[in-house]
Nanobody, 125 residues
């Protein structure tokens, strides 16, 4: 079993920065990808950024590329999302999720078995 706990959300002005953390508890050895998704009010779930837990390879949505950076600290079982140059359109609930090996595709939210409770990010203009 795997449990994910996010933290680091908050309210910032446009242009500011936040760092989200996602601590992974439990059986981590079968996790292939860790991903951040977000959901803005009244909108669907949006893929933000993924990291391969084995080789550290990363992918990010065009909307955040150059501003957000995903990283991992294996010693701490933690995945981070450093968010710089925040914009009001980044306002959303941010969720981290874990994809188990052979569990599907890293870009497909429905393939993720484990999810955190979410952390709110609010960016004011």
């Amino acid at each position: 079993q795997v449990q994910l706990v996010e933290s680091g959300g908050g309210s910032v002005q446009a242009g500011g920065s936040l760092r989200l953390s996602c601590v992974v508890f439990g059986y981590t050895y079968n996790i292939n990808y860790m991903t951040w998704f977000r959901q803005a009010p009244g909108k669907g779930l949006e893929w933000v950024s993924s990291i391969g837990t084995g080789d550290g390879s990363t992918n990010s949505a065009d909307s955040v590329k150059g501003r957000f950076t995903i990283s991992q600290d294996n010693a701490k079982n933690t995945v981070y999302l450093q968010m710089n140059s925040l914009k009001p359109e980044d306002t959303a609930m941010y969720y981290c999720a874990a994809l188990i090996r052979n569990g599907g595709n890293w870009y497909r939210a429905s393939d993720y078995k484990y999810w955190g409770q979410g952390t709110q990010v609010t960016v004011s203009s």
